[in-house]
């Protein structure tokens, strides 16, 4: 394949002794004719490839097929009126809705009617103490640069805003409804509805990713702040102002994670890791809030994560966990948090956040969803133990029938670590993808995928491996792949890759590596580490440059994961996988897809654009390096087309070079079995 040129410039760093050369910088400026130039022939390059990718028009249709389904939400509750978004297979965005007693459904924010370009996303939404009022937020070609307004639920009619600057703002609305805590350009703000931002007052105003929480009475409003682990403050606005709360530290200065929340019964819940790798529940005194306070209600568990509490009227306490990345709920005595029993879960899959209704109540609302079956809501009741489905997906499609079989290997280290294996029954070597993420504590848990159903469909295999520097296993799963020991992740990858292999599920030729953003970086890592071991890669949105990183989108606020490039020994970790800098001349690299988004402000395109050029440059084999680039879409959300595109897409081109030859239909049905 003949590429576009690329120039390699002389730019070289000499950063605390090292020399970090950087030919393809020129790439960092999309303004630049150069850089326009060299974009335009890569989209032509792409096209011409997707255009002749063998049944792609097929995976297309699957892919909306399976995503028809749609979404619904578990419903938020303001005295008798409920607000949920739900997206139908006619609909390019979810839509927010409301409901109260004797009234039928009506949309409040739709993000099509708003923008038929469908360009505008809904990002994040809270309605006020009553029910009356609602602050939400859009943001348009998936920049997520949020704007801030406010909506009297009755006329629909916008009575404030638009406020800049919110991007995925919490909202934490005082009683009386008209004034609200929000973040503003990474400060806490205090906003009362009718005056200009540029009067609201800042809380805090150093520059830091906050979180925002109130209790139902409008007394304690918590704030956190992220760090290594959080900063923690607990203001009581009974006994001062809002414009001036006087903010008490809870935690300060440490590692451990820890999720605030004042109880209907004014007792001050924390969900820590703090002392517990895999977490614990505590409860204290508001006015007693310090570590050195807190009892324990409920955990630590040697093997499940806490994630989730609930509280059902002045008796009951509801925790969630996932063990082994597997949803359980279990039921609680509130004062004591002695064990009563489990909720029943419809399967061995993920149950979302639990929702209640503000003042208390028995009943409580979560999503469900596993390998085969689509998110739908369900409603637990504490008096009658039982529960049932509240709201179910939108619509319906037919799944394959499948097999998901857990493995535990060991990784370079020797540390077990588990995969996720998805496949129609059979036997012998299959075109497999190899997904993974392990960043940021977050967990890969199972789920309806209609990007993972169509390859399985077709007979391939797909596998989600639950690396270090996720959630999966805690705290402690997470730091250890994280600063120093990030490179534990790529080795946990890879170790999949060889025990797939090992096992007989694929061979080198047959083996894809898939992730996104983080999980690009582990794509690019493994790519660069281990070329010998993937016939094929699709690396999404991912970060590349880790010398550079931290000087775009939201990379300063990745220094706690990653390191920073300004000092020496945080920089050796970087330079150790930084996947833009370990491209070799001479390597026959897999076939390898670079997904970037023009509207991306979390994770800058220029990391696609110069790995591109890198491993075109460098490359010694037939196999193609393509750019897709597409603008006007960022990091997350975006229409329903548009994701549908970008998964078959991908899977268009894996299948093209992983040998998946056809999109076969097999057996459909909602059947799954799963093995340890």
Known sequence: M???????????????GQAVPDPYRWLEDPSS?????????????????????????????????????????????????????????????????????GQGEQALVDPVEIDPSGLTTLDQWQPGPDGGLL????????DERSELYVMDVGTRRIVDGPIDRCRYAPVAWLPDGKAFFYVRSRRVCLHRLGT???QDVVICGTDRSYGLGISHDGRWLTVSAAAGGNDLWLADLAASSPERPALRVIQEGTDAVTAPAVGPDGRLYLLTTMGAPRGRLCVADPARPEPEHWLDLAGPDPEAVIGDFAILGDSVLLVGWTRHAVSEISVHDLATGEPRGQVPL????????????????????????????????HRYDARTGRTTLWAAAPGAAEVPRLSARRIVYPSADGTPVRMLVLARPGTGPRPTILYGYGGFGLSLTPSYSSYILPWVEAGGVFVLAQLRG????????????????KQNVFDDFVAAAERLIADGWTTAAQLAACGESNGGLLVGAAVTQRPDLFAAAVCSAPLLDMV??????????????????????????????????RVRDGVDYPATLLTAFGGDSRVDPFHARKMCAAMQGATSGSRPILLRHESDVGHGARATSRAVGLAADMLAFLAAHTGLTALRPGPRDASQSNSQ
Do not use: C, K, N
């Open 2 to 16: 003949i590429y576009p040129p690329a120039e390699r410039q002389p730019i070289v760093d000499h950063l605390h």
């Open 33 to 101: 004719p150069a850089t326009r130039s060299w974009l335009a022939a890569q989209d032509e390059l792409w096209r011409g490839h997707a255009a002749a990718l063998a049944g792609r028009d097929g995976w297309r249709a699957r892919v909306a097929e399976l995503t028809g389904v749609g979404t619904v939400s578990p419903p938020v509750w303001r005295g008798e009126r409920r607000f949920f978004v739900r997206r139908t297979a006619r609909q390019e965005h979810a839509v927010l809705y409301t409901a109260g007693p």
């Open 135 to 142: 602050a939400y937020q859009l943001s348009r070609s998936g």
């Open 196 to 198: 200009p931002a540029e």
């Open 346 to 377: 419809p399967g061995l899959g993920s149950a979302g956040r639990m929702s209640t209704r503000p003042g208390g109540g028995h009943e409580v609302w979560f999503t469900y969803t596993d390998s085969v079956t689509p998110g739908s809501v």
């Open 470 to 485: 996720g959630g999966e296993e805690g705290a402690q799963w997470h730091r250890a792949g994280m600063l120093d020991g």
């Open 548 to 581: 550079r990183y931290e000087r775009s989108g939201l990379g300063p606020s990745w220094r706690s994961e990653y390191g920073s490039a300004s000092d020496p020994e945080q920089l050796g970790w970087l330079l150790g996988y930084s996947p833009y800098h």
